[in-house]
């Protein structure tokens, strides 16, 4: 029997760095909430089962109305984004065994990405990360200086969704306490494999103003695409 594929969505965060506003995951792009754009992309991907939203605690029931009919489950998320996957973890139905992590953020990210992540899990993988190579030369810096100059060959800028066998997702959330910013980085800290998939640049975080601009853009290519 196939394993099914749930999905927790940290849509907690304030999104600081986009500037004043709503929480980031209502925040609209080209007239719909990001968090509605994320949920429907994931809806793509015929793998996806239930999904669990962590939303801001203000707005748990302003994100349940916006939900309605997208058969998702809405949890208060936490002040950390690691205590809001923990949350939405603690609310996966059971029958779920395998886990994807996703940030509303990464709202645009094409369903292939999505199956490329579950296919290497079902291939036997423990935990899962779509990897882009780094275009940028990276430098160790010490305050204003140049330490080094790191190898960027051998570098990956890390994406969502990651993905994970429940067991290991809940046995991370439940030892690691040392603060991460994805959900890898606790399966690492147990001494486990993560593998990587590779990503897709259509799959980046909305983080900051310009990022809304390109995402516009992305949906306006795509517009373009679909058309006869
Ligand atoms: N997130 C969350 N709970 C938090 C913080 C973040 O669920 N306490 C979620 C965000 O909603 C987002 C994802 O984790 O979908 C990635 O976080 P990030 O891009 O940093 O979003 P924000 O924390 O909202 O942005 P910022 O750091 O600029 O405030
Ligand atoms: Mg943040």
Redesign the pocket.
């Known amino acids: 029997m196939t394993a099914t594929v749930g999905v927790l969505l940290?849509?907690?965060?304030?999104?600081?760095?986009?500037g004043p506003g709503a929480p980031?995951?209502l925040r609209a792009l080209a007239g719909e909430p990001l968090l509605v754009r994320a949920v429907r992309g994931l809806r793509a991907a015929p793998s996806v089962g239930p999904v669990v939203v962590?939303a801001p605690a203000s707005e748990v029931g302003a994100v349940a109305d916006l939900m309605a009919g997208l058969d998702v489950v809405v949890v208060a998320?936490?002040?950390?984004?690691q205590?809001?996957v923990a949350l939405a973890l603690a609310a996966l139905p059971p029958g779920v065994g395998l886990v994807l992590v996703h940030?509303?953020?990464r709202c645009l990210t094409p369903p292939s990405v999505v199956e490329a992540v579950v296919a290497a899990l079902r291939g036997g993988a423990v935990a899962v990360v779509p990897v882009l190579p780094v275009a940028d030369t990276v430098k160790l810096v010490e305050g204003d200086r140049v330490v080094r100059t790191v190898d960027r060959a051998s570098l990956r800028a890390v994406q969502t969704p990651q993905g994970f066998a429940r067991g290991v997702l809940e046995r991370a959330h439940a030892e690691v306490r040392t603060a991460v910013t994805d959900d890898a980085s606790m399966v690492e800290a147990l001494g486990l494999p993560v593998m990587t998939v590779p990503g897709h640049e259509e799959a980046f975080?909305v983080?900051r103003p310009l990022d809304l601009l390109l995402a516009e853009a992305v949906l306006s290519a795509r517009t373009l695409r679909a058309r006869p």
């Open positions: 940290p849509a907690a965060g304030r999104g600081e760095r986009l980031k995951a962590a998320g936490g002040a950390e984004r205590e809001s940030d509303a953020a975080k983080t």
